[in-house]
Nanobody, 116 residues
């Protein structure tokens, strides 16, 4: 199991940028992949981006070309660089990690609000 803490959320203007961070602790060597999810009010939690141990990445179609997921292995950190933000990106963003157990480990989330 790992513990995850998100940070970097806030209020930004449409077209602006924001960088989210996820700090991992605990049994970090067991992590197979890490993901960002988001959840807007009255909507289901949706996948945003993924990074695997080999460094390969994948993105939801809605954020492809605007968001970039990355990691710093030495610092046990994962990042989500968000550019060209839109009001529809407004949501609570969650960091998640797979450690080989059936369920993911989750952070508590960080709020991102994009104004028109």
């Amino acid at each position: 199991q790992v513990q995850l803490v998100e940070s970097g959320g806030g209020l930004v203007q449409a077209g602006g940028s924001l960088r989210l961070s996820c700090a991992a602790s605990g049994r970090i060597f067991s992590i197979a992949f890490m993901r960002w999810y988001r959840q807007a009010p009255d909507k289901q939690r949706e996948f945003v981006a993924q990074i695997i141990t080999d460094g390969s990445t994948s993105y939801a179609e809605s954020v492809k070309g605007r968001f970039t997921i990355s990691r710093d292995i030495a610092l046990n950190m994962m990042y989500l660089q968000m550019n060209s933000l839109k009001p529809e990106d407004t949501a609570v963003y969650y960091c998640a990690a797979s450690t080989g157990r059936p369920s993911l480990d989750w952070g508590r989330g960080t709020q991102v609000t994009v104004s028109s």
